[in-house]
């Protein structure tokens, strides 16, 4: 009887590392790291680590680097704080940031697609896991 409390408790500690381990991961990739740690709580860490590398990162402000220092900087700054250079965006630097952004949300689309999908196929996964022993 010792031995089946001490597996228990042993899986709950292991669960519940995974699902801390989970948040930090979530809180890194510039989401929530509560919803996920929850989230890896009620249906499990493994699933939810699947989850959140099947969606793409977030970036929790927009910044881009001086092009002088190469230090992060705010993305509507026009003087770097830490080198002092002025950094306002010549015309055909404008014209760069503009394809750029619109080659990201190309991309942003295509993650967004391929999230869906493993959404998909997780939720199948799941339905048949919970029908087989359902049905049993």
């Not at 989970?22 to 249906?43: E, Q």
């Not at 999230?115 to 996964?125: D, F, N």
Request: proline share 5%; glycine share 6%.
């Amino acid at each position: 009887m010792e031995i089946i409390f001490f597996i228990v408790w042993l899986g709950l500690i292991v669960w519940l590392g995974l699902a801390i381990a989970t948040g930090f991961a979530a809180s890194y990739r510039g989401r929530s790291p509560a919803g996920w740690f929850f989230l890896a709580m009620v249906i499990s860490p493994l699933l939810a680590l699947i989850l959140l590398i099947a969606f793409p990162p977030r970036r929790a402000s927009p910044s881009k680097q001086c092009k002088f220092c190469r230090s992060e900087i705010d993305r509507e700054a026009t003087v770097c704080p830490h080198c002092q250079r002025d950094i306002t965006p010549t015309q055909a630097e404008i014209e760069l940031q503009q394809a750029e952004v619109e080659q990201q949300n190309a991309k942003a689309l295509y993650d967004r697609r391929q999230s869906w999908i493993a959404v998909g196929i997780l939720t199948v996964v799941i339905a048949y896991l919970f029908w087989g022993t359902v049905m049993r």
